[in-house]
């Protein structure tokens, strides 16, 4: 759309018009008295009347489809936490390890771990073989020397500290060095144990480093239930099996440390961590589509109410909820649903106390219940799970997968969209098109008056000035 300028040649009189584009149409000279912008403006906002009209559906459409891509996007999220819900690896069996002082002995399990409780005592850590050398940097040259075989170079003027990361920072080494207040160098086995050494030689003699005092490595020792042994290493793994100790303190005056292992069973925090994630991400879906349905639709604003009383989204929230509580299939009664293991809506009736959200079909999990039902029937949490789930997704995954119902509708009304918009652009271009039409047919009409009322004040003035008028 463009702006136009016409301009008659008389008058001193300007009106200015607001053209479809927004810029300024101007017709000067207005010999006829009328109220030209006025005129044509009223006269447009006839012809605007079907744009505005296809504008305000287009941005209705657009509005829901922001709606469906935003319920899209939380059913899929939905649909994965089902899944998981499901997943038999969520109920692998694990085995529960305790240390009633982790402050001297901690221990994890894998599967295999034989139950029960274990006295555990240590009366000495492992650590590594030591040496201290004193330190003294060369005033020239270069002093060449190897730890554990590995080569290094001590050039002149380096300082303690730097020699010192230069021996840390060698992934080949076998060796780790500290630097001392003192100024010695005191270097480490990286491994632990009696069998671990540090052999210090200076190759080239520069006589950088002066041996002080050396330390040799030593084994840890403990016993579990009065069976002695040792290890190299503080970790610990062929003490009890399947298990690891991991030693950091001695119990010569504590005492044995008891170390507890369980029985395996599937971990029930898991399990309710992942039935709970489900349940939060459920109430967050159905909260926004029924907010979506109850939004009266607005007449002054065509992007609200858009999915108001929606009936796809209707009977999607009807499945949802049902699928929620009925029974799996070939499951015996008391381990069939999610009721059973303690999802529910809560109480709306009876002794109950009612609430808010138990009326608008929130979940609630009983942490407790599915902890009873995992102790006391584990493989029935677990298929019922399996049979609610594979149920459940499919219903989400309709809806929501790229060729679901909600991504039809989508797509149906992204193009609707594409078609409105050429439409509107044809339309506009019309009217453009006629608004200077009619700023040219009034220009022209007031340069004719202008012109008529210039001749006739001219003949008027010609016949008074005749003689005997």
Same mark, same amino acid.
């Given at each position: @759309?463009?702006?136009?300028?016409? +301009?008659?040649?008389?008058?001193?009189?300007?009106?200015?018009?607001?053209?479809?584009?927004?810029?300024?149409?101007?017709?000067?000279?207005?010999?006829?008295?009328?109220?030209?912008?006025? /005129?044509?403006?009223?006269?447009?906002?006839?012809?605007?009347?079907?744009?505005?009209?296809?504008?305000?559906?287009?941005?209705?459409?657009?509005?829901?489809?922001?709606?469906?891509?935003?319920?899209?996007?939380?059913?899929?999220?939905?649909?994965?936490?089902?899944?998981?819900?499901?997943?038999?690896?969520?109920? !692998?069996?694990?085995?529960?390890?305790?240390?009633?002082?982790?402050?001297?002995?901690?221990?994890?399990?894998?599967?295999?771990?034989?139950?029960?409780?274990?006295?555990?005592?240590?009366?000495?850590?492992?650590?590594?073989?030591?040496?201290?050398?004193?330190?003294? +940097?060369?005033?020239?040259?270069?002093?060449?020397?190897?730890?554990?075989?590995?080569?290094?170079?001590?050039?002149?003027?380096?300082?303690?500290?730097?020699?010192?990361?230069?021996?840390?920072?060698?992934?080949?080494?076998?060796?780790?060095?500290?630097?001392?207040?003192?100024?010695?160098?005191?270097?480490?086995?990286? &491994?632990?144990?009696?069998?671990?050494?540090?052999?210090?030689?200076?190759?080239?003699?520069?006589?950088?480093?002066?041996?002080?005092? &050396?330390?040799?490595?030593?084994?840890?020792?403990?016993?579990?239930?009065?069976?002695?042994?040792?290890?190299?290493?503080?970790?610990?793994?062929?003490?009890?099996?399947?298990?690891?100790?991991?030693?950091?303190?001695?119990?010569?005056?504590?005492?044995?440390?008891?170390?507890?292992?369980?029985?395996?069973?599937?971990?029930?925090?898991?399990?309710?961590?992942?039935?709970?994630?489900?349940?939060?991400?459920?109430?967050?879906?159905?909260?926004?589509?029924?907010?979506?349905?109850?939004?009266?639709?607005?007449?002054?604003?065509?992007?609200?109410?858009?999915?108001?009383?929606?009936?796809?989204?209707?009977?999607?929230?009807?499945?949802?909820?049902?699928?929620?509580?009925?029974?799996?299939?070939?499951?015996?009664?008391?381990?069939?649903?999610? !009721?059973?293991?303690?999802?529910?809506?809560?109480?709306?009736?009876?002794?109950?106390?009612?609430?808010? +959200?138990?009326?608008?079909?929130?979940?609630?999990?009983?942490?407790?219940?599915?902890?009873?039902?995992?102790?006391?029937?584990?493989?029935?949490?677990?298929?019922?799970?399996?049979?609610?789930?594979?149920?459940?997704?499919?219903?989400?995954?309709?809806?929501?997968?790229?060729?679901?119902?909600?991504?039809?509708? /989508?797509?149906?009304?992204?193009?609707? /969209?594409?078609?409105?918009?050429? &439409?509107? +652009?044809? @339309?506009?271009?019309?009217?453009?098109?006629?608004?200077?039409?009619?700023?040219?047919?009034?220009? &022209?009409?007031?340069?004719?008056?202008?012109?008529?009322?210039?001749?006739?004040?001219?003949?008027?003035?010609?016949?008074?000035?005749?003689?005997?008028?």
């Amino acid at each position: @759309m463009s702006t136009s300028s016409v +301009s008659s040649s008389s008058a001193s009189t300007t009106t200015n018009l607001t053209s479809l584009a927004g810029g300024g149409l101007q017709i000067t000279g207005l010999a006829s008295g009328l109220d030209t912008n006025q /005129i044509i403006t009223e006269e447009m906002s006839i012809y605007q009347q079907p744009v505005t009209h296809l504008q305000n559906q287009q941005s209705g459409l657009t509005a829901m489809n922001k709606q469906l891509t935003s319920i899209q996007s939380e059913l899929q999220t939905l649909s994965a936490d089902a899944l998981a819900v499901g997943d038999p690896t969520l109920f !692998e069996t694990q085995q529960s390890v305790s240390s009633s002082d982790p402050t001297r002995v901690t221990a994890t399990s894998a599967t295999g771990a034989g139950v029960g409780g274990y006295q555990v005592s240590v009366s000495q850590l492992a650590n590594s073989a030591q040496a201290t050398y004193g330190f003294t +940097s060369p005033t020239s040259g270069s002093d060449n020397i190897t730890i554990n075989g590995s080569p290094y170079t001590i050039t002149a003027g380096e300082s303690i500290q730097d020699f010192v990361d230069s021996v840390n920072s060698d992934q080949s080494g076998t060796a780790f060095a500290a630097a001392t207040n003192s100024g010695t160098v005191v270097f480490s086995s990286r &491994q632990t144990g009696a069998s671990s050494a540090v052999a210090v030689n200076d190759v080239s003699g520069g006589g950088a480093l002066a041996f002080q005092s &050396q330390k040799a490595g030593q084994d840890a020792l403990y016993s579990v239930d009065g069976t002695s042994g040792s290890s190299a290493s503080n970790s610990v793994t062929n003490a009890i099996g399947g298990v690891t100790l991991t030693l950091t303190g001695v119990t010569t005056t504590s005492g044995p440390i008891t170390v507890n292992v369980g029985a395996p069973a599937p971990n029930a925090a898991n399990i309710s961590n992942a039935v709970n994630t489900f349940v939060t991400q459920y109430n967050k879906v159905i909260t926004d589509i029924q907010t979506q349905l109850a939004q009266q639709p607005s007449s002054t604003d065509p992007t609200q109410g858009t999915l108001f009383g929606d009936p796809e989204l209707q009977d999607l929230l009807s499945s949802m909820r049902s699928q929620m509580f009925s029974g799996g299939s070939g499951l015996p009664a008391g381990a069939a649903s999610m !009721e059973d293991i303690g999802v529910s809506t809560g109480a709306t009736t009876g002794s109950g106390a009612v609430s808010q +959200s138990a009326l608008a079909g929130d979940l609630t999990l009983d942490s407790t219940a599915l902890t009873n039902m995992l102790q006391s029937n584990a493989g029935g949490v677990k298929s019922i799970l399996a049979s609610w789930s594979s149920s459940f997704v499919n219903i989400a995954d309709d809806a929501s997968d790229s060729g679901g119902t909600i991504a039809s509708r /989508i797509s149906g009304d992204n193009t609707q /969209i594409s078609s409105l918009g050429n &439409q509107i +652009s044809s @339309m506009q271009s019309a009217l453009t098109d006629k608004q200077n039409f009619l700023v040219q047919e009034f220009a &022209q009409l007031e340069a004719a008056l202008s012109s008529n009322q210039s001749l006739s004040s001219s003949l008027t003035s010609q016949i008074a000035s005749l003689p005997g008028v």
